[in-house]
């Protein structure tokens, strides 16, 4: 089974950066180059939602209120994706996970525990 851990989170003022890591690991029957991979996040009292894509040719898109701010990138070598954020603001609050992404919107691994980003001054 396939175990995701994402770290980078943390408490920043508006307006600041914030740089997420996700690392897979465990067995990986679909290999990693060949995932599309998903950044997710989900604030309290709110469903969770996929805020970046990144797909198996590095073709990447992102829902509009992060657009121009969040950069989602991957390293196959080492079974990571990143996502840079710059110029949070307090709605970017939410606890930040990753996973690869399936047909019609499902996941194909287990979710890790997710890194709690706070924007907050």
């Known amino acids: 089974q396939v175990h995701l851990v994402e770290t980078g989170g943390g408490l920043v003022q508006p307006g600041g950066s914030l740089r997420l890591s996700c690392a897979a690991s465990?067995?990986?029957?679909?290999?990693?180059?060949?995932?599309?991979m998903g950044w997710y996040r989900q604030a309290p009292g709110k469903q969770r939602e996929l805020v970046a894509a990144?797909?198996?040719?590095?073709?990447?898109d992102y829902i509009d209120s992060v657009k121009g701010r969040f950069t989602i990138a991957r390293d196959n070598a080492k079974f990571t994706v990143y996502l840079q954020m710059v110029n949070l603001k307090p709605e970017d609050t939410a606890v930040y996970f990753c996973?690869?992404?399936?047909?019609?919107?499902?996941?194909?691994?287990?979710w890790g525990q997710g890194t709690q980003v706070t924007v907050s001054s």
């Open positions: 465990g067995i990986i029957s679909t290999p990693f180059s060949f995932t599309n």
């Open positions: 996973n690869a992404q399936g047909a019609w919107g499902s996941v194909l691994w287990s």
């Open positions: 990144i797909t198996n040719r590095d073709s990447t």
